[in-house]
């Protein structure tokens, strides 16, 4: 039996709203991007958030855990 899958079998909103977004968006701004690359190709620009903003941030938190 087919099924046809949409947009909201596949997600949800998760009632909790970002504490941490404008410390995190001034972080990454000032921080030198690294490029990722797959089978050698470059794919996107990447940075490393420090685990901290994970732990303080409820959103963030709420999802890694």
Request: net charge negative.
């Amino acid at each position: 039996m087919a099924y046809t899958f949409s947009k909201d079998d596949c997600y949800f909103q998760v009632p909790i709203i970002s504490t941490n977004r404008s410390s995190i968006l001034s972080y990454a701004l000032t921080q030198s991007f690294a490029q990722s690359g797959h089978n050698g190709k470059y794919s996107f620009l990447q940075i490393i958030v420090p685990e901290m903003f994970i732990r303080e941030d409820t959103f963030l938190n709420f999802v890694a855990t």
